[in-house]
């Protein structure tokens, strides 16, 4: 069986704790034995407001973690990001050539999942319907729209609504929705306005940061609507 490292970041560990066990659940029904790196941060947050060292400082703390394992299934998308392609180059001669070979080992959940030589084994079903939401990170800096896509196609019984207009940033951006609030909340309604018009109340990301940051302003102006991660619908869909 493969073994595998699963990082659970810490903002979602912080908000929603329980999450990551719906990531277990499908690795280890793939045939993986999992382990578990928690309460650690990838740097993102440092690192978007400037504090490169303190970035540096963390990442590399991650980095040793991880550096045991051939593969580290990461449950988000941006500190997916910011582990492979924002980090290595904090670090200068050969720190950085072993960073970039660690941070190689990082792959998102979904990517890891959709090629999983397993997956063909799995069934899948959950009668619904759901919204999905395509987050930046995993749409315009891993590219991994197409494995999310095919890994909700594999669940009988769910219908999947897209969004008119799904290439729109939901406005949290981690630290851009505490420098500039009010853009923020603006792109956040326009994007609630979206998911409204699908007539769905359950919304699917590969990225818990927007669902979070979605959640919470639908709760603010009264909207129904509950916030899936992959890993929660694919963990229900097998159930």
Known sequence: ????????????????PGDINFAR??????????????????????????FRAEARATGRQLLKAGQPFETVVVTSGSCTAMVRHYLPPLFEGRRAAGAASIASRFVDFASYVAAHPNLGRLSFR???VVA?????????????????????????????RSLAHEEECCGFGGTFSAKLPEISVAMMTSKLDDVA??????????????????????????????????AELLSRALS
């Open 132 to 160: 999905y939401h395509d987050s930046c990170h995993t749409r315009r800096e891993l590219h991994a729209s197409s494995a999310v896509r095919s890994l909700l196609s594999r669940i009988e019984g769910l219908e999947v």
């Open 25 to 50: 659940h499908v690795l280890e029904t793939l045939g993986d034995t999992v382990t578990l790196l928690d309460g650690r941060c990838c740097g993102q947050p440092a690192f978007n407001s400037g």
């Open 126 to 128: 959950l009668d619904g």
């Open 1 to 16: 069986m493969p073994r595998v490292a699963l990082f659970d970041p810490c903002y979602m560990s912080a908000l929603r």
């Open 197 to 230: 018009v699908t007539g769905a109340r359950v919304l699917v990301s590969a990225d818990y940061s927007c669902l979070a940051h979605l959640e919470s302003g639908a709760r603010g102006i009264g909207i129904q609507l509950e916030g899936w991660s992959l």
